[in-house]
């Protein structure tokens, strides 16, 4: 066996089915020990809200984190975050100018100041009428000449982040610091903001069982022999993938 760079979201995805986590985990860790496999968490979540899961479940310790949909990154369990993914998401950033745009949408409403960033400014955005909004914000954003991604998720959640960031990008960046190749690179996830982890190339994609129809949807229409569709719900469907492409062998 070979070592794989594994990269998962957490709630819904690798959280979720506590017994079926814990048996990937055995896995993972094995994997780790002996072939030198790389375990990332990649979450929406803060820091300080990552920090929250870590006391709540049995997660192993990652090699590396991605906080804030792709607006951190840190290494070893470090507090301090990677000042080079800091160099890639500056180009271009002015959130005050974004923020400037998002003020003339009176149903944009802005996420709790925990939520908020440097690199990323979060409000909630109903379901009923995102599909209308999103475009209209994202051209007064263009119009005003600032490039930056949109990325809706779990049907109330929108982050304006930097061009050169989200769970994707992330992803691309990890894999060559350690030079792992796309086909050795597997990512998980169950929602919106983990679209972008499936769209890059040839790195593998599971999507979970329970996946939302945000993510289902965009799958069906844009199907891939590098992405599998588990039926199994959150961890469960993640070692179904892995056996699936290969990464484990699940028999005997
Ligand atoms: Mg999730």
Redo the contacts with the bound molecule.
């Keep these: 066996m070979a070592p794989f760079l594994f990269i998962t ?5 690798l959280v979720g089915d506590d017994d079926a986590m814990m048996q990937l985990n055995q896995h993972l860790s094995r994997h780790r020990d002996e072939y030198g496999t790389k375990i990332v968490y990649s979450t929406g979540r803060s820091p300080s809200l990552y920090q929250e899961l870590l006391s709540e479940k049995p997660l192993l310790s990652p090699d590396a984190v991605v906080t804030g949909v792709g607006t951190g990154i840190y290494y070893d369990g470090s507090t301090v975050p990677d000042r080079l993914w800091y160099d890639q998401l500056n180009p271009g950033w002015q959130r005050d100018r974004v923020l400037a745009v998002t003020n003339l949408f009176a149903d944009l409403e802005p996420q709790p100041e925990d939520e908020q960033n440097d690199y990323k400014a979060s409000f909630f955005l109903d379901a009923a009428i995102a599909p209308d909004l999103l475009p209209q914000i994202e051209a007064s954003l263009r119009a005003e000449g600032l490039q930056v991604n949109l990325v809706y998720s779990g049907g109330e959640h929108l982050d304006i982040l930097p061009q050169g960031a989200n769970k994707g990008l992330a992803m691309v960046f990890l894999r060559q610091q350690w030079n792992f190749a796309p086909e050795r690179t597997v990512a998980c ?3 919106g903001n ?1 679209l972008s982890m499936f769209h890059s190339g040839a790195e593998r994609g599971i999507i979970v069982g329970n996946a939302m129809a945000e993510l289902r949807d965009w799958h069906d229409e844009n199907p891939s022999p590098n992405r599998y569709l588990a039926t199994s719900h959150c961890a469960a469907g993640i070692l179904e993938g892995l056996g699936y492409f290969g990464f484990l062998q699940l028999n005997g």
């Design positions: 979201d957490l709630d819904h995805t996830g169950d929602s983990d």
